[in-house]
């Protein structure tokens, strides 16, 4: 009886007594690491470490028992003993799903792309982007322009529906020459990246312009663990260097400096001539306890010729091979030097406030032939797109943890300048003859926003009711027209989003998110249509969940919804984006990781939707393009010897290439190998792309076009072959 008074008195003493313990998480070469999950056991309450390792967690008392993990380091048990300030050293490890906690995030599902760039790291910028589950891609003009994206029943063209940035860089540009939403990652090195955060659907305030399929985010590192040197060749007179070097590495301040060059003549009849330079700088600075700063300044010059899309017809009869071309004199040049200022201010214990500036410097000149002889039966129908930009922006984001209740508050603002000079679309001739310009002028765009946001948790449940405002000014200059006349239109819109998860455990979190978002108009289309219906807005709801049924397996799943009150068209050969009309998603999301023995990881992504336009009659309400079902699936493993390797497939359905379904774009899988061995401080590999020699389609359109030859012409299949069977070999030494 007398035990039993002292330890009731005990645990009413600890829990009268109970304080907040501070500590800071770092490596083993005490470098602070960053959203570390600490759980207290004794009360399931948990928290993160910061961007400096540090974190705060309430309620604590003597004798609780604390669990670290992180996915790139062993998990750590720890009994509280006192209240003086922790350092806890986590040791790396390589990736484990017994490491992963599910925990009370919004993002949850990023621990996916997280377990996927450890086990199977990406090292091309055209397939940075398929690190997204359900995410395809497909490149048609040589490996230079932006690729075409597929994505929850989306053909989302370059980035019509879908918000891309690097480090809170945007990526996307508006009235871009060549389509709406144009978004071209290939300034970024692969090897920089860090991280992938991404979402699906419309359900995050910080997201605006063309978050309506969802977003990614990639973020580069802020160090490096060792210099890089890596060589890559492979067939098709392909040919990569890359060279990665620390220029300081310590606790307050790390920089570095990063370079890639890239050729290759590509695997057409016609050579690609393609070439590439990346150049890459970083540097981050602890400047005081409380003030920390990132400097990134990145430049990319790229330059290809490309074979285009070619007619099925010609393939069938013989005129050209698969691989051959009808017009051999498309391709182009592209250039983007960029600057970002990112100062991160720790106001209080529970606040602080991220702040960033931004500047891009844009170079655009493109040539394509879509139809061929349709309209030209002389000089044939070759068009030049081509722009000169700067972007100048800024967001600030504030962040306040509440103290009385377990919750905290957001708000921010933005601003964006899009200036783009000399926009233009012309009629060539073997991109040396300007036949006639169809459009010319100046774009000055610009986009204010403000939102808010707050979490709350209740027991096991999460709140997040948040809402954003934006406000868009679109000009335009015409060139063309005799009197100088600005164009002008402003609009607004407003987009509540609300997502509640429940956390039944650290294994188990069922979600359901909803939102509005939208995509703007091009700029030229917004002044022509005198402001109607330039901010379509986008209705949705995710209803899912994230589980751990066992320690080594992960599964996500989800019902999704999405109503579009416009459809965006690009139609190349016009320069415009056509409205569509009204559409409707549906569909399921299954990702699932497994880790069967120690090392060896297998993943699948399945995806299903359902795409229609609503103001279409039943069979002719397809929309082009569309994908209804997409598989990617792989196994990777990792010895504790140096030897790994992965075989990796990627699927997508025939899916309908126009409104009824009578053209049809054929389908395909493609497999991937890679294979290495890490000897200390070199590694060596070998990655075959199409493993079995498929000929497949990367890209397909519904094109109506005419050869020189024909009196008529012809709507069907016009496509880009995709990569035949692939050999790569690479050298890495790290010092």
């Not at 948990?46 to 028992?65: I, L, P, Y």
């Not at 290809?304 to 391709?331: C, K, M, N, Y």
């Not at 992960?554 to 009309?581: C, R």
Request: glycine share 8%; charged share 20%; hydrophobic share 35%.
């Amino acid at each position: 009886m007398k035990n039993l008074l002292t330890i009731c008195a005990l645990l009413c003493f600890n829990q009268f007594f109970a304080q907040t313990l501070q500590g800071k998480i770092v490596t083993q070469q005490n470098i602070p690491i960053t959203e570390a999950h600490i759980l207290n056991k004794t009360d399931e309450h948990h928290t993160h470490s910061n961007e400096k390792g540090k974190f705060s967690m309430h309620h604590v008392s003597v004798g609780d028992t604390l669990v670290i993990s992180h996915i790139n380091y062993k998990k750590k048990t720890i009994i509280v003993r006192d209240f003086n300030p922790l350092t806890i050293v986590l040791e790396e490890s390589i990736v484990s799903l017994e490491e992963i906690t599910v925990g009370k995030k919004l993002n949850a599902l990023n621990v996916i792309s997280a377990i996927d760039i450890q086990t199977n790291p990406v090292t091309s910028s055209q397939d940075i982007l398929q690190q997204v589950p359900g995410l395809f891609i497909g490149q048609h003009a040589g490996g230079g322009k932006a690729e075409q994206i597929f994505l929850r029943g989306f053909d989302i063209d370059h980035g019509t529906d879908i918000a891309i940035s690097v480090d809170g860089l945007p990526v996307n540009m508006v009235s871009h020459a060549h389509g709406q939403g144009y978004a071209d990652l290939h300034f970024v090195i692969p090897e920089t990246v860090e991280k992938i955060d991404f979402g699906k659907g419309s359900y995050y305030a910080n997201k605006g312009n063309f978050n309506t399929a969802g977003y990614v985010d990639f973020n580069t590192k802020t160090r490096l663990n060792s210099n890089v040197l890596k060589l890559e060749l492979g067939q098709f007179n392909s040919q990569r260097l890359l060279g990665m070097f620390n220029i300081l590495n310590n606790n307050k301040h790390s920089a570095y400096i990063a370079s890639e060059y890239v050729l290759t003549d590509g695997y057409f009849e016609s050579p690609q001539n393609f070439n590439r330079l990346n150049l890459f700088g970083k540097y981050t600075g602890n400047l005081t306890e409380t003030d920390r700063i990132n400097i990134t300044i990145s430049h990319f010059t790229s330059k290809w010729d490309a074979s285009g899309q070619i007619p099925q017809r010609a393939v069938d009869s013989g005129l050209i091979t698969h691989f051959g071309a009808i017009d051999d004199t498309e391709g182009g040049n592209t250039s983007r030097t960029n600057l970002l200022l990112d100062y991160h201010k720790v106001l209080s214990e529970n606040s602080s406030i991220h702040n960033k500036l931004f500047y891009s410097k844009y170079d655009f000149e493109l040539y394509s032939n879509f139809t061929f002889f349709l309209d030209d039966p002389i000089n044939g129908d070759q068009i030049k797109q081509k722009e000169t930009r700067n972007i100048f922006g800024l967001s600030s984001d504030y962040k306040l943890r509440f103290t009385e209740i377990d919750g905290s508050f957001t708000a921010g603002i933005s601003l964006r300048n899009d200036q783009s000079f000399d926009n233009e679309l012309s009629h060539t001739a073997n991109r040396r003859v300007t036949l006639n310009q169809i459009q010319l002028g100046d774009v000055n765009e610009t986009n204010f926003a403000v939102y808010t946001g707050a979490h709350f948790n209740f027991g096991k449940f999460t709140i997040h009711p948040a809402l954003r405002l934006d406000y868009f000014n679109f000009e335009y200059n015409d060139d063309l027209q005799v009197n100088y006349l600005t164009q002008s239109e402003t609009e607004a819109i407003v987009s509540p989003k609300l997502n509640i998860l429940y956390n039944y455990s650290d294994d188990l979190q069922f979600y359901l998110k909803t939102g509005k978002g939208f995509h703007s108009n091009d700029t030229r289309v917004v002044v022509a249509r005198e402001g109607n219906q330039i901010l379509p807005s986008a209705y949705g709801y995710d209803a899912g969940f994230i589980w751990k049924p066992t320690p080594k397996l992960l599964i996500n799943t989800a019902y999704w919804y999405l109503f579009l009150e416009q459809e965006f068209v690009y139609v190349g050969d016009a320069g415009i984006v056509e409205p569509s009309g009204k559409t409707r998603r549906q569909g399921i999301d299954l990702s699932l990781r497994y880790e069967p023995v120690s090392r060896l990881y297998f993943n699948v992504d399945a995806n299903y939707a359902h795409a229609r336009a609503t103001e279409e009659v039943s069979g002719e309400d397809y929309i082009p393009l569309a994908p209804d079902f997409t598989l990617t699936s792989g196994l990777n493993y990792k010895s504790k010897s140096g030897f790994f390797g992965g075989i990796n497939l990627r699927h997508i359905n025939d899916r309908p290439a126009n409104e009824d379904n009578s053209i049809i774009a054929e389908g395909y899988t493609v497999t991937d190998l890679n294979l290495g061995y890490q000897f200390k401080n070199i590694n060596v590999g070998l990655q075959v792309q199409n493993l079995f020699d498929v000929d497949w389609n990367e890209t397909q359109f519904a094109t109506e076009s005419r050869l020189q030859n024909e009196a008529n012409s012809v709507e069907e299949i016009h496509f880009t072959p995709g990569t035949p069977f692939f050999v790569r070999g690479r050298v890495v030494l790290t010092f």
